[in-house]
C-alpha cells in the first residue's frame, strides 16, 4: 500500500486547509486510517484516527477544531483543519492500518508541511 498525502501550505492563523492522503495498491487490505504530526523538536503525536466504519477519535488538542473523514470508494482520507493556531505548524502524516487476518502492518504518507503564520 502507498500513500499520498496533499493539501499542507501556509495559513494565517485562524484559517482553514483541507489534507488529503489517498491510498493505493492493496488498499482492501487497510482497516484504520489517521493522521499524525511532528512539530520540529517533537516527538510524532496522533491527531485523529478513523476507522473503516467511520468511527473517529481525536487528540484534546484539535478536537472541535478537525474533522476527519474517509471516502472508502476512493481509498481517501481528508483532515479538515479550521481555526489553525501557529501551534499547529508541523509536519503531518497520514498512516493506514493493515489488520492481523492480512498480517498487521502500519502504512505512512511521506508528509505534508502545515505551516499557521501568526
Known amino acids: 500500500v502507498q500513500l499520498q498525502a496533499s493539501g499542507g501550505g501556509l495559513v494565517q492563523a485562524g484559517g482553514s486547509l483541507r489534507l488529503s492522503c489517498a491510498a493505493s495498491?492493496?488498499?482492501?487490505?487497510?482497516?484504520?486510517m489517521g493522521w499524525y504530526r511532528q512539530a520540529p523538536g517533537k516527538q510524532r503525536e496522533l491527531v485523529a484516527t478513523?476507522?473503516?466504519?467511520?468511527?473517529?477519535n481525536y487528540a484534546d488538542s484539535v478536537k472541535g477544531r478537525f474533522t476527519i473523514s474517509r471516502d472508502n470508494a476512493k481509498n481517501t482520507v481528508y483532515l479538515q483543519m479550521n481555526s489553525l493556531k501557529p501551534e499547529d505548524t508541523a509536519v503531518y502524516y497520514c498512516?493506514?492500518?493493515?489488520?492481523?487476518?492480512?498480517?498487521?502492518?502500519?502504512?505512512w504518507g511521506q508528509g505534508t508541511l502545515v505551516t499557521v503564520s501568526s
Open positions: 498512516n493506514a492500518v493493515r489488520p492481523p487476518v492480512y498480517g498487521y502492518l502500519v502504512y
Open positions: 495498491g492493496s488498499a482492501f487490505s487497510i482497516n484504520n
Open positions: 478513523i476507522t473503516s466504519s467511520g468511527s473517529t
